[in-house]
């Protein structure tokens, strides 16, 4: 049981009344939850703008560097090998949220979906696909790699936590289902061109409201 000081000075009463002045405080507005924000990630060196649609509805922009491979970019320093697939790109998203409900602004879930264009350039070897994924981890391999340059398409869906650590300085949490319209992300997936990149992320991010 909790109990504040200023219970034992001017009673229970205004006790009562700060806790519930404390709630309403910090209660989400039913008129204007969401406002314009932007936000920014280091982990997905991310930028995020939202506009609000009314409500708990909001548009969004985003810009970001992206990269997957068929191997993980410190096992190629620690093997001394190169992955025979690498995809690398600028993707802009679109995407719309939904602030789910809660008791209080302090912590807001928020769930969305959204449609990427992804300007890249993909690196794969000569013959991608119908080798084996890794011949020798510790003898470097002459893959022929080549270079191609596009626009690719792709989808996903979100799932995050907001957190308003002041009335304009917030962090949001999230988790990320993305699927790519490119080539094969591994060797071993079949011939080169074959398959498609699903990836799942997460990432913290920091925020203001404008």
Request: charged share 15%; aromatic share 12%; glycine share 8%.
């Amino acid at each position: 049981m909790l109990v504040c000081a200023s219970c034992f000075l001017v009673g229970k009463k205004v006790c009562a009344q700060k806790v519930a002045t404390y709630l309403l405080d910090t209660a989400p507005s039913t008129s204007s939850f969401e406002s314009y924000r932007i936000s920014f990630s280091t982990s997905s060196k991310a930028v995020t703008v939202s506009f609000p649609l009314g409500g708990r509805h909001a548009f969004n922009v985003r810009a970001e560097y992206f990269r997957t491979a068929s191997i993980p970019k410190l096992n190629e320093k620690v093997w001394d090998v190169k992955a025979d697939w690498k995809f690398r790109s600028v993707p802009i998203t679109a995407s719309y949220t939904y602030a789910l409900p809660s008791p209080t602004s302090r912590l807001v879930p928020v769930v969305g979906a959204g449609v990427s264009a992804h300007i890249f350039k993909e690196t794969h070897a000569a013959g991608f696909g119908t080798q084996p994924f890794i011949t020798a981890p510790i003898v470097p391999v002459d893959l022929n790699l080549q270079d191609t340059y596009g626009v690719k398409y792709g989808a996903e869906l979100s799932l995050g936590l907001r957190t308003q650590v002041t009335p304009h300085l917030f962090l949001m949490a999230q988790g990320r289902y993305r699927y790519i319209n490119c080539s094969a992300q591994s060797s071993s997936l079949g011939n080169y061109g074959s398959g498609a990149v699903n990836v799942f992320d997460f990432s913290v991010d920091i925020g203001f409201g404008l």
